[in-house]
């Protein structure tokens, strides 16, 4: 064989592992843009229906709703600051016409249902209602929460999915990413 046969096969071996290395475009898990919400339940420990079971998508079916899908398990610091940065954010813009629910996605419900408050009282959010989802910690049927993230924010406007972003790591240098979202 001569070296010009080998050639080809080394280009096409060459260019096959150029495309491995390239990034491979990353989706957002829950809900698709423009997608109905489906309804879910849950227990708020804070805000105006603390000690209920509530269904937001039927409570907040007009305007401007957040909703944060928590892995319990993995609340941390950073987390923490990126919620009170969003809450402060629409605060500081008097958007009192947006609503924040930060869902925690667990298996141990009761532990978080104590926890919650504690967390209120030390972040002392004005808008962000925190909230034990009922169901399965993989998340609300339909939403298609990532568990493997640790959040995932999910932008809606009556009832309808505006944005999704979901992170492995966060803090409050994301808040803008959100608050961008909510449109005046």
């Known amino acids: 064989m001569n070296q010009t046969t080998l050639n080809p096969s080394r280009r096409q071996l060459v260019g096959i592992f150029a495309m491995l290395l390239l990034p491979i475009p990353c989706f957002a898990g829950g809900p698709k843009e423009a997608a109905k919400l489906t309804e879910f339940k849950t227990f708020a420990t804070t805000g105006d229906h603390a000690g209920k079971e509530i269904d937001f998508t039927d409570k907040f079916k007009s305007g401007w709703t957040v909703y944060v899908f928590v892995q319990a398990d993995r609340?941390?610091?950073?987390?923490?600051?990126?919620?009170?940065?969003?809450?402060?954010?629409?605060v500081k813009n008097d958007r009192r016409d947006v609503q924040v629910v930060a869902v925690w996605l667990t298996d141990d419900k009761e532990k978080s249902k104590e926890h919650q408050p504690k967390i209120n009282q030390s972040l002392q959010f004005g808008q962000t209602t925190l909230t034990v989802f009922l169901?399965?910690?993989?998340?609300p049927n339909g939403w298609e929460i990532d568990n493997l993230k640790t959040a995932t924010a999910?932008?809606?406007?009556?009832?309808?999915?505006?944005?999704?972003?979901d992170w492995e790591s966060v803090n409050d240098t994301v808040v803008t990413d959100v608050f961008s979202q909510i449109k005046k």
Request: charged share 35%; glycine share 10%; aromatic share 6%.
């Open 154 to 165: 999910v932008v809606t406007q009556d009832r309808v999915v505006r944005k999704c972003l």
């Open 75 to 90: 609340f941390d610091r950073p987390l923490a600051r990126f919620l009170r940065g969003l809450d402060q954010e629409l």
């Open 135 to 139: 169901g399965d910690k993989a998340g």
